[in-house]
């Protein structure tokens, strides 16, 4: 048999993989290089990638955009809320 491996990747990753794998299942990361880029088309603010979740977080609204195989859905409707708690009234000024 010969194999023909999908994608051609440069760079050397540091990868710590531990988890139930179900072969093609396994999240794929966005690019380092893009993430740097991506900000929040909401808040205007950087986002924090998530491994466990695979999903770009936004902390200060909230919400989690998911990556559907290596490309971020920046769509505010796909977000997905972290957490369900309000902010408090009248603590954040704009």
Do not use: W
Not at 14 to 43: I, N, T
Not at 68 to 83: C, F, L, S
């Amino acid at each position: 048999g010969s194999g023909s491996g999908l994608g051609s990747g440069s760079g050397s990753g540091s990868g710590s993989g531990s988890g139930s794998g179900s072969g093609s299942a396994r999240p794929q990361p966005p690019e380092p290089s893009l993430l740097r880029f991506l900000v929040c088309p909401l808040s205007k603010r950087p986002l924090r990638y998530e491994e466990a979740t695979n999903e770009l977080i936004n902390d200060e609204l909230g919400i989690a955009y998911p990556i559907i195989d290596g490309i971020p859905n920046m769509v505010p409707e796909a977000a997905r809320k972290t957490h369900k708690k309000p902010p408090a009234e009248g603590s954040e000024q704009p």
